[in-house]
């Protein structure tokens, strides 16, 4: 099938250096559309070039490339690292998923609660309801479940959240899956020779 004349015109425009052509023509090789042969390698070249010029649409394409492996080496921390200059351009929708990545720490992406929780708001902010659910999610309280909890955090990690300091004692001492073994500055304090009897610090944190 010979390449249509759409395919045509986008070529040239891209050739005198349309970063939207250069977009359009990589997603063309990339579904095989217009005539083109699917060809994940030249696609990643033309979104190259395109995201060179500040094409936004361009990040994005190479952020699924890189995590889906067409035409480069599937590489998660890649694919996080074009979405988030999408997010910073103000993409709504990689600022939720690179929100939602640093926020539960996937992708091999180092968990990073209040970096996540930042594009999570940027999102919510243009009106996106998953970063909005997530940001709910991550304000719960981890011993009564109630959502959206602001006032009291984890003095310790710094990484969950109560509703006051009896829900933060009965989690840090809960028999089933108590918080002191999963706070890390506690664990980094037992191997530095703390004590284990040391209370929880029940004051409350800032958001």
């Not at 979405?83 to 709504?92: F, I, T």
């Not at 959206?148 to 990690?157: E, K």
């Amino acid at each position: 099938m010979a390449p249509s004349k759409e395919a045509k015109r986008m070529r040239k425009a891209a050739e005198r250096g349309s970063a939207a052509a250069q977009g359009k023509l990589g997603l063309c090789h990339l579904q095989g559309a217009e005539g083109l042969q699917i060809d994940h390698v030249r696609a990643v070249a033309f979104f190259r070039k395109a995201a060179a010029q500040g094409l936004v649409q361009a990040y994005n394409m190479l952020a699924a490339c890189y995590d889906e492996g067409w035409g480069v080496d599937k590489n998660g921390v890649q694919a996080v690292a074009w979405w988030r200059q999408a997010a910073d351009r103000g993409d709504v929708g990689a600022q939720q998923l690179v929100g939602r990545v640093y926020a539960l720490g996937a992708q091999g992406v180092k968990k990073d609660l209040p970096l996540g929780k930042r594009y999570l708001e940027l999102s919510a902010a243009q009106g996106d309801q998953a970063a909005v659910t997530l940001l709910k999610r991550l304000r719960k309280c981890l011993a009564c479940g109630k959502l959206d909890v602001h006032r009291m955090i984890c003095s310790q990690c710094r990484r969950v959240r109560y509703c006051d300091g009896q829900c933060q004692l009965v989690h840090w001492q809960s028999a089933t899956d108590p918080h002191k073994l999963h706070c890390f500055k506690r664990r980094e304090s037992a191997e530095a020779g703390g004590s284990s009897a040391e209370h929880a610090d029940l004051s409350g944190g800032g958001n």
